[in-house]
């Protein structure tokens, strides 16, 4: 492959002709869009514009289509993508690259409607570095798939399961709303008797009350669209659980498969609240190390799933990753309450001087705390650590110790007193840190050590 696309040693894949469909039918619109508005800034009118500006508009869209066709047919010189011992090589013109096959992450086929139509398909490949994409001929998808290394083994992997969410999509509804109502009824019972008491009129307190409902209205028409987006980008959702990956489907119009590998999942974290819990479902993510280094977004997971399937992909990868946390304490909530004194002081101060009634915000770091108490805990295996934690959310993280990027450790006089640390766990630069709570000390100095013998063992 070095030496250049031998057809002795290479299998040779010439992308798809089609694909100048997409790139000029770009160009018709976009000359369209210049030209029309070229026309309304030479005549002054922009809901007017005559039949003949219509006819020049198309003529020149049509004009840029036409010559970047032909210019785009003289410079392409058979365009292609070969298979070789040790990777892809890509060939577009006069610009070779090339691709290790062992820094490929995942492979996936994307098909769309116009796609359907012209019979190609967009072929996305994941590596460490970046995603690549190719068309081809939708005739040349499978026989490409098959030239892959991966290809000799697909045949040998066993399914060992399979998940497809259908009745627990339309829960996630329910719990965002019962959630978000719930939050509003909290707030308003919190902060409007006092802003009833210091506007002194029932009438002016509205106003602040249609706030906060218009406030709960925005984020509730998001989070519902949010939702039905899910829906619709997700159709026929399905994961499958083989030897070394998992393989999700979705798709009825576009269909897309890729493939999740064991080895980049470097964390999964298990959401539930109140009303997910009351159905016996979960919602799970995936930090893998495409997202670690800031390359892939990807979701994985997009719907609600009971919580044993959940479980299952996680045991699936992490073995030992399912197993119950053991109870931070009610030690462990004193730690918070030190934070939560400088809000209360500053409820007090405003209680003397302005009203009594905000003493009744008080019932915020309450509730917090409460909820605090009731999530909080962790468990540290042999391979893999559990982490609980979450205020309105109950969250579990669940990770192995090789793939922890950094832990840091948080103290205050209380929780120096208590014996505890704050922990912080990431696992890669571009993922979110994870605030899992307090743990002991001693805990802390195990979990350090652990990770000090995976360094040693880097090294």
Not at 112 to 125: E, P
Not at 162 to 191: D, H, I, R, W, Y
Not at 209 to 235: D, Q, W
Not at 238 to 251: N, P, T
């Amino acid at each position: 492959m070095t030496n250049g696309l031998s057809q002795n040693q290479t299998k040779v894949f010439y992308l798809s002709r089609h694909r100048v469909v997409f790139y000029t039918l770009g160009v018709f619109l976009l000359s369209a869009f210049v030209a029309f508005w070229a026309v309304n800034m030479m005549v002054g009118r922009i809901w007017a514009i005559s039949g003949e500006e219509v006819a020049a508009v198309f003529c020149v869209a049509v004009g840029a289509s036409v010559l970047f066709f032909i210019a785009f047919r003289l410079w392409e010189v058979k365009p292609l993508v070969a298979v070789g011992e040790d990777g892809l090589a890509f060939k577009k013109g006069k610009k070779i690259g090339h691709i290790r096959y062992a820094d490929i992450a995942g492979v996936r086929e994307h098909e769309s409607v116009l796609g359907r139509l012209v019979k190609t398909s967009k072929v996305v490949i994941e590596t460490h570095l970046g995603t690549f994409s190719v068309y081809l001929s939708k005739d040349d998808v499978h026989p490409f798939f098959d030239c892959l290394p991966d290809a000799e083994k697909r045949s040998e992997r066993k399914e060992r399961g399979a998940v497809c969410p259908k009745g627990e999509k339309n829960v996630c509804f329910l719990s965002c709303f019962v959630m978000l109502t719930a939050g509003l009824v909290l707030f308003c019972a919190a902060t409007f008797p006092a802003v009833w008491a210091m506007l002194g009129k029932f009438s002016s307190a509205l106003y602040y009350l249609y706030a906060i409902l218009a406030i709960y209205g925005l984020a509730l028409a998001v989070s519902f669209g949010r939702y039905i987006y899910i829906l619709a980008r997700y159709p026929e959702y399905s994961v499958r659980v083989e030897e070394d990956r998992f393989l999700i489907s979705y798709g009825k119009v576009a269909k897309t498969e890729h493939s999740l590998f064991f080895d980049s999942v470097l964390a999964f974290r298990l959401k539930q609240n109140f009303v997910e819990r009351a159905f016996g479902l979960c919602r799970i993510s995936a930090e893998t190390k495409q997202k670690a280094r800031g390359i892939s977004d990807d979701v994985y997971f997009p719907f609600l799933m009971k919580r044993e399937d959940a479980e299952a992909l996680v045991a699936a990868v992490m073995p030992d990753g399912v197993r119950k946390a053991e109870k931070s304490g009610v030690r462990a909530l004193v730690p918070y309450l030190e934070y939560a004194l400088w809000f209360a002081a500053a409820i007090v101060i405003l209680s003397v001087f302005l009203t009594p009634w905000f003493l009744l915000l008080l019932l915020l770091p309450a509730a917090a705390a409460a909820m605090i108490g009731a999530h909080g805990g962790y468990a540290l295996g042999e391979d893999t650590a559990v982490f609980e934690y979450g205020i309105f959310d109950h969250a579990r993280l669940v990770v192995r110790y090789d793939d922890m990027k950094s832990v840091t450790a948080s103290v205050n006089i209380a929780s120096s007193r208590l014996k505890l640390n704050g922990l912080d766990v990431t696992v890669g630069q571009y993922t979110r840190v994870f605030s899992v709570g307090y743990i002991k000390q001693a805990d802390f100095s195990e979990l350090t050590e652990k990770l000090e013998k995976k360094v040693d063992k880097d090294s």
